[in-house]
């Protein structure tokens, strides 16, 4: 009976094992894509507390600290009160701004060409954010035992101009792992033409908070041509998620 009792189990363990790799074996881009748009779907507005911890070769610079606000669909609130206050409005690619003198003042963001962590989870739609890249998945440096998979991003087109003197810092290729279990981009790596490693940002610590799996500390790092590099450690605290923030929070005056 015991022997019995066991083959079942070992059977069942199997099964599951099979039904593991066969997914990740079928998985595709758009799988990918549509878990984290399901990790994201149900969050309509969220604020925290974030503080900035800032360094250039390891040596701390700075430390800022702000209220962060996100409403659908692309709305952000950031209030910087220290070192020194600023209020800063984005409603898509339109920004607002207060300076510390209560003057205001706006601005048309320039084109982004680098991807970061928190674009994946304040973005109105994860495609739409992809809209100018090619995507591919990377099955051979992906564990697919753990469902973690690696895309690869190569930017359409790529903008040159003013807003970009100097092409070494533009993005050639764009590498996200994703952890599928959770719908999670969980680090981002972008190379150069010359395929030189130029920014690196990684999840440290995350929490699932009503629902929505979110990164609580991020670490990026910036290589920059001369050797030196800077690095950011980006902590959320007193997250809050739904909350009902009314639009009446997004307007500067």
Do not use: W
Not at 45 to 60: M, P
């Amino acid at each position: 009976m015991k022997k019995r009792a066991l083959l079942i189990i070992v059977t069942f363990m199997i099964s599951c094992l099979k039904i593991e790799i066969i997914l990740a074996a079928n998985i595709t881009v758009d799988d990918i894509l549509n878990k984290l748009q399901q990790n994201i779907i149900s969050m309509n507005d969220l604020k925290a507390e974030v503080s900035i911890i800032t360094s250039i070769d390891t040596k701390e610079v700075s430390l800022e600290k702000m209220r962060f606000f996100f409403k659908k669909n692309d709305k952000f609130r950031i209030e910087h009160y220290f070192p020194s206050q600023q209020t800063i409005v984005i409603e898509n690619n339109q920004m607002h701004y207060k300076l510390p003198d209560n003057s205001l003042t706006s601005a048309v963001l320039p084109p982004k060409i680098n991807l970061e962590i928190p674009q994946f989870i304040f973005s109105s739609g994860i495609k739409n954010l992809l809209v100018n890249f090619n995507v591919e998945l990377n099955i051979n440096n992906s564990n697919e035992l753990n469902n973690i998979f690696l895309l690869e991003l190569t930017p359409i087109t790529l903008p040159l101009g003013p807003s970009f003197p100097d092409t070494s810092q533009i993005p050639s290729r764009i590498e996200a792992t994703i952890n599928y279990n959770f719908g999670m981009v969980t680090k981002i790596t972008i190379y150069n033409k010359n395929n030189i490693l130029i920014m690196e940002n990684k999840v440290e610590n995350y929490s699932l908070i009503s629902g929505v799996y979110i990164p609580i500390k991020l670490k990026s790092k910036i290589l920059l041509p001369n050797g030196n590099s800077i690095e950011a450690e980006s902590i959320y605290e007193n997250i809050q998620i739904n909350s009902g923030i009314a639009d009446e929070e997004f307007e500067i005056k």
